[in-house]
DNA sequence: ACATAGATTTAGGTCAGCCTAAAACATTCC
DNA sequence: GGAATGTTTTAGGCTGACCTAAATCTATGT
């Protein structure tokens, strides 16, 4: 019934859906990396279970039960990661393969002894939120820093996991969660920028200010 | 290449060897609890991948090679069971049923990590030597308790934790790795006995001795 | 030594999750 | 509005890991 293949599914449907993006056969192709006529059938499987809504041509989206699979396997997965940060002492950078696989194989047992292990944490090494049980993500309102202007000084609420590389140079340049830092330049052409972490400066391309989300102080 | 059925068989097959038993089709489809006809379709497969030895009709063995294999997925299964006790309060009856998913979703470095943050242990909470990442055993020579005369003064030295209702019924009565416990009687007609746990005397069934290893003090 | 019971293997099938190639549909551009 | 382009689905296949039923082998008892 639950396999590893439909927890991924979900979530990457899951991911698109957050990011306001529909989730088309191609886009999900994409992120699997499986071939489109595989995202078809398996799209008709779930939905004849009852996890998503699939119109032909029309993309698909997930329903209620959908959902809370997709919160349940993200809560695992954070969890997770904030664990191999703090017990283990993994970088940030390399949590997430090792999440990836740890997400599918824990009971709801395991899930709560890591939890309360954790001390109920609310947001994973990236501050990406950790859902509860119950499926209630607290999603803060943070903006791209690429989207920042110079002269703002903003502090780090998340960094998007979604490229290892990125992770280990924001870290190699200083920079972590809520870490402050002032924009001191901003390039129109490029979206390029040079920020101040600490007493240092360091240049951020436009790539790297997307994966970064913050707050204003 | 590396599947959970791949591993599961290669362990099951070793397991039965360490007992010195001839690991068969029908032995191992018991243990595994799938078809006899699913045995040899899988042993045939791994032969082929040069795991075992396979004779028709005459049972398995397994080579260097599978050894290897098995005692990788030990490790990793003890490592486990030991983390779970120690890091997230697990009792050791409800070990063994996590570990057994974790142990195929987990890295080399993952393992390490693991292992590091143990203490590098020797023993699992059952007991159960920890195999060295060079697939090395420090098997104690235990005998099982169902083999002692009355009189004997011994020290719990392993569990097996085939039946986690025993592991359960153990600490019940007070009974854990490293408990000395005085066999007070011993009855020849059901293999029964009485035992001494500190103040305490205990009735303990043949079936219960036979999964308690100990060591004479 | 030979029938027979029990263990094992073969034959043929299912299901999940993937694939490629071809067909059907949707969109966009003149 | 119709051809070209791109996306999605259908059709047909494959592989790993299982299954049942039937055939074959081994071992046992007299």
């Known amino acids: 019934m639950k396999s590893i293949s439909t927890e991924d599914y979900i979530k990457a449907i899951y991911k698109l859906e957050g990011k306001g993006e529909k989730a088309t056969t191609s886009a999900l192709a994409g992120q699997l990396e499986v071939a489109d006529a595989s995202i078809t059938d398996m799209i008709k499987k779930l939905s004849e279970r ?47 393969d090792e999440a990836e696989r740890l997400e599918h194989v824990t009971s709801d047992e395991l899930e709560h002894q890591l939890d309360k292990a954790l001390g109920f944490p609310s947001v994973d090494p990236h501050g990406d939120p950790i859902p509860s049980k119950e499926g209630v993500v607290n999603d803060t309102a943070s903006s791209s820093l690429a989207e920042c202007e110079a002269g703002s000084v903003v502090k780090i ?52 200010a997307q994966a970064i989300f913050v707050e204003y102080v």
Chains 1, 2 share one sequence.
Do not use: C
Request: charged share 25%; aromatic share 10%; net charge positive.
């Open 50 to 96: 009852g996890l998503l809504h699939y119109e032909p041509y029309q993309g698909v989206e997930l329903t209620a039960k959908g959902r809370k699979v997709a919160l349940a396997t993200l809560r695992r997965h954070r969890l997770w990661e904030m664990f191999l940060v703090q017990f283990l002492g993994f970088s940030w950078d390399m949590v997430h």
């Open 157 to 208: 609420s998340r960094v998007s996991d979604d490229n290892s590389e990125i992770l280990i140079h924001a870290s190699q340049i200083g920079l972590a969660l809520n870490s402050k830092l002032t924009i001191k330049e901003k390039k129109t052409f490029d979206g390029s920028m040079v920020v101040k972490v600490g007493s240092k400066q360091h240049f951020i391309s436009k790539e790297v």
